[in-house]
């Protein structure tokens, strides 16, 4: 394979501290590298915003819960229908499109890592047979424990060292990435029509609390040195008043590893809500902010979208209190010792304040956090809205003007109920790139596997935008900045172009990148008389049929570390 | 303008073609049109005979004549905003669909999905229709919107499903299910129906004829003299389905 070599390119990369600079970046078996080697193909980038692929740190784009959503929304998969294209498969779907098509719409907008925000262990194989019908991007899997029977009991007798031989024979097992906490404790207590309303309330019984889980799971994830923090959707989501209990589990966090944060807080959002009711919700954007601002804390905005879309997650009694708002189909789901799920479709309204206030919400939180790395950009696709409307909001972040002519069209009391029409900050393009490439790889902690940077030695993973920030005024430009990053020039993924003015011109090979911690024999799981015994009680699968086999990965990466135990 | 399409014979008779290019506005800017027999993409002129008498300026002066074998030709009036169409023979499903204006006029029968989320004009039908008429498509909240469907004959089951506004009466009998998940309109049914109006939350259904398994659902307020189709009629009135917590309203000939 020849190499290649992009020229004059407008380049930012914040991990390497390049803020707009012109240059040539050499490309040859996948990487970057020093000299492309005789007779490159040359890629003619001037005038062009050249930035490292871009990374999804929280969206729900394969698994089991993704594909509910498809088969209760035929209204859906309507919604949005591409035809057979050249190398491109016939697509459908508008909130959450086939796999194809969810590959083929982040590839236009230069993407070209996806973390899927919560796969259930015991649902894991679906979910990476999902992974390998999305091409065009390397995949990792959240893999989630907020209800796993033998953790909760493993806090409950304060045996942190079994808590994290439970996670990582688990992660071995089903190939997952990283720990993800949704509703911690909540979605088991669902399974007897209750949820926990703190993080101090007790699980029925387990005899633990949310906050027991959560601080157990940050120690055991260091402990496991794994490459990620523990990746948390706190309890109460979308409930107003809920601030409290997310300022009460920011309390919690120490300060573990000096490479990165010791917790990532997703969809911050929906979690940063004052008042008691609806009809009194306010934004506590600015409290949350301050909370993290200097914290060993990372969240993502969980930015809201106007217009229709489908909410999922594993966050079962919340996804019911959402039906009781909306009477609309909906789903509910309970994955056997482990966690559950619930999906509904939603349309989020200018004309309802409270959806105003969420929009608000999310914008305000990427532009009080002081420092990018701690705000990523992300609308927890496609719960907030589907990731396409992500050239929209970067041109928000972008443009005070273009925030203000939004509020026209908004519920007037909007400015009431939140800051968002008095922040004056106007994101400038290297923070942008911190919050959609950079800062996503430095929390999950893959820069070293060559990802959310340029440099020698890196993934030639490049995302090549027909934007010339030299050229462009995005404080009034806005148009030109969504048209820009909705489709690149040029999408590189791994060292071959993989796409072109929006269109993907070859067939895709990605690859799934999973964790794996090495225990000391007496911390192995799979030998554990207790654990092995609960398989053979409770679970409908026996515990030799429950991992996932390396053929479901026919490209997996593994980061393999030697566990503190 | 009057555009008349005969249809040719075809080598596959039972393929469906996709018609969504047959309406009046279209013919204004000629016949240069294309539709598809299966998955192959077809010139309006390979699959019909096309004639076409008289000027037009707007859509509301054309008339569209379909001819011959026509009962496999889906989509024909889809999105039209004004005009005419008529259809001598049988037209294939979706006919009129989301149609916000005009009339489409049919002779004989009409397969299933007749005016599906219709939002205006009218349709009529001198045979009988297939399921779903008036009725939202798969996972749709809402069906017909507005405007008017007679139907001479009867209908298949899910007749104005999801109604939302707007008229449908049917002459005939129904099948099962008529008027379920109502949210608005007006469903008139000449003859027989069986468990009518399952999950209504209003709008209200006539039934001049009689029901089959009433549903348990529905809470009977007394009888009304009603005058339906200048008859007056005692009529028992229903409300429901309380199962949903529905306030529409189901009217059924008293004795039927
Ligand atoms: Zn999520």
């Known amino acids: 394979m020849s190499g290649i070599l992009v020229r004059n390119a407008f380049v930012i990369d914040p991990i390497k501290r390049i803020s707009g600079e012109v240059m040539d970046i050499a490309i040859r078996d996948g990487w970057v590298v020093e000299d492309a080697g005789p007779d490159p193909v040359v890629i003619d980038a001037s005038g062009c915003l050249t930035l490292p692929g871009g990374i999804d740190s929280h969206t729900h784009v394969c698994g089991t819960k993704v594909n509910f959503g498809r088969y209760m929304s035929p209204e859906d998969m309507r919604a949005g229908r591409t035809a057979r294209r050249g190398v491109m498969h016939v697509t459908s779907g508008y909130s959450v499109p086939t796999t194809f098509g969810n590959s083929y719409r982040y590839s236009a907008m230069g993407y070209t890592t996806l973390l899927e925000g919560a796969m259930a262990p015991l649902e894991a194989r679906h979910t990476h047979e999902e992974f390998t019908a999305t091409p065009h991007q390397d995949m990792l899997a959240n893999t989630l424990f907020d209800g796993n029977w033998s953790v909760m009991e493993a806090v409950r007798d304060r045996d942190i060292k079994r808590v994290a031989a439970i996670v990582a024979w688990t992660l071995s097992a089903v190939k997952g990435f990283a720990i993800k906490l949704t509703n911690p404790g909540g979605t088991e207590a669902w399974g007897w029509g209750q949820d926990v309303r703190g993080i101090h309330d007790q699980v029925p019984h387990f005899g633990v609390t949310p906050a027991e889980i959560i601080s157990a799971m940050i120690e055991a994830n260091e402990i496991l040195r794994l490459p990620h923090s523990v990746h948390l959707h706190c309890n109460n989501l979308g409930v107003p008043g809920n601030y409290r209990t997310t300022l009460a589990t920011i309390d919690l966090v120490p300060d573990l590893n000096p490479l990165r944060q010791s917790l990532y807080l997703t969809h911050a959002q929906f979690h940063a809500y004052g008042g008691s009711t609806w009809r009194d919700i306010d934004s506590r954007a600015e409290a949350i902010c301050q909370a993290v601002n200097g914290k060993p804390i990372v969240m993502d905005m969980g930015q809201v979208m106007f217009g229709r879309t489908t909410t999922m997650t594993a966050d079962g009694p919340m996804e019911w209190k959402l039906y009781m708002l909306h009477h609309n189909k909906w789903s509910n789901h309970d994955v056997e010792l482990e966690t559950g799920s619930g999906i509904i479709p939603v349309y989020y309204s200018r004309k309802s304040l409270v959806n105003c206030v969420m929009w608000a919400i999310g914008l305000e939180l990427a532009l009080l956090t002081n420092d990018p790395w701690q705000c990523l950009l992300s609308t927890d696709n496609p719960n907030g809205a589907p990731f396409v409307k992500y050239p929209e909001i970067i041109a928000l972040l972008m443009s005070r003007r273009y925030r203000e002519q939004e509020g026209t069209l908004l519920d007037p009391r909007t400015s009431h109920r939140t800051a968002i029409f008095s922040i004056d900050r106007e994101l400038s393009w290297e923070e942008i790139a911190v919050m959609t490439r950079a800062g996503q790889a430095k929390a999950l902690g893959i820069t070293g596997l060559g990802k959310g940077h340029l440099g020698v030695g890196a993934a030639a993973d490049l995302a090549i935008y027909p934007l010339d920030p030299d050229g462009i005024d995005p404080a009034v430009q806005v148009q030109e900045v969504i048209a820009g990053f909705s489709r690149t020039k040029y999408t590189i993924k791994r060292g071959r172009v993989v796409a072109r003015d929006g269109e993907v011109i070859v067939e895709g090979a990605n690859a799934t990148i999973w964790s794996r911690s090495d225990v000391p024999s007496q911390y192995d799981m799979g030998q554990d008389p207790a654990f092995t015994e609960k398989f053979s009680q409770y679970y409908t699968v026996r515990m030799k049929n429950y991992p996932v086999q390396e053929a479901y990965l026919p490209r997996g990466v593994c980061i393999r570390t030697e566990a503190a135990l | ?256």
Not at chain 2, 19 to 29: D, G, M, T, V, Y
């Open chain 2, 1 to 256: 303008m009057r555009v008349t399409l005969v249809a040719r014979p075809r080598a596959k008779p039972s393929l469906p073609v996709e018609a969504e290019s047959i309406i009046p506005q279209n013919f204004l800017r000629g016949t240069d049109l294309t539709v598809y027999e299966g998955n192959k993409e077809r010139r309006l002129e390979e699959l019909f005979f096309i004639t076409v008498e008289g000027p037009a300026v707007s859509p509301d002066q054309v008339e569209v004549v379909l001819m011959g074998a026509t009962g496999r030709v889906k989509r024909v009036g889809e999105y039209m905003n004004a005009g005419r169409i008529v259809i001598e023979g049988d037209i294939g499903m979706h006919c009129g669909n989301f149609m916000s204006g005009g009339e489409i006029v049919i002779k004989s029968n009409a397969d299933a999905w007749l005016g599906r989320e219709m939002r205006g004009g009218r349709i009529t039908c001198m045979g009988s229709t297939s399921h779903n008429c008036g009725a939202g498509y798969r996972g749709e909240k809402r069906g017909m919107r507005g405007g008017t469907i007679e139907i001479f004959g009867g209908a298949g089951d899910f007749a104005g499903e999801y109604l939302a506004g707007g008229e449908v009466r049917i002459h005939g009998s129904c099948g099962d299910m008529a008027g379920i998940e109502m949210r608005g309109g007006l469903l008139v049914i000449g003859g027989t129906v069986t468990r009518p109006c399952g999950n209504m939350t209003a709008g209200t259904a006539v039934v001049l004829g009689h029901v089959n398994r009433m549903l348990p659902t529905f809470q009977y307020q007394g009888v009304n003299d009603e005058v339906w189709d200048g008859k007056r009629l005692k009529m028992d009135v229903w409300e429901g389905d309380v199962a949903n917590r529905g306030k529409g309203r189901l009217l059924v000939a008293v004795g039927k």
